[in-house]
């Protein structure tokens, strides 16, 4: 079952969180306008640097995965942390989530 986790409102934040057997870190950090994620799984680096779009998944590859986060907005606006916690809420979907949905859809893609 997905799960919310608390983010802060302030500009650079660093969290833990174990989630389905892997601990992760994430590091959240404030551009001008937008907002940038590092992330360890485990303590491996799987992504760095990666700008965070709304309703977009962090991890872009799913060779990578074990699961994965988004930043839920609404009305698709651009995350950004004086929103967080209010209407801006960092989601993780567990792996089996991920296949299922990607499972039925899979005959709508081109």
Do not use: C, H, W
Not at 27 to 41: E, L, P, Q
Not at 85 to 93: A, C, H, P, R
Request: aromatic share 12%; charged share 15%; proline share 4%.
């Amino acid at each position: 079952m997905a799960s919310i986790i608390t983010l802060q409102q302030i500009p650079n934040q660093a969290l833990s969180v174990q989630v389905d057997g892997n601990f992760y870190e994430i590091r959240i950090t404030a551009g001008k306008s937008t907002m940038n994620v590092d992330m360890y799984r485990n303590n491996a680096l799987i992504i760095s640097g990666f700008r965070i779009v709304a309703g977009s998944l962090f991890i872009a590859y799913r060779y990578l995965e074990a699961g994965n986060f988004f930043i839920q907005t609404v009305n698709q606006e651009i995350p950004y942390y004086p929103k967080f916690g209010s209407t801006q809420k960092l989601i993780y979907i567990p792996q089996v989530e991920l296949n299922s949905i990607r499972a039925r859809f899979q005959n709508d893609l081109i």
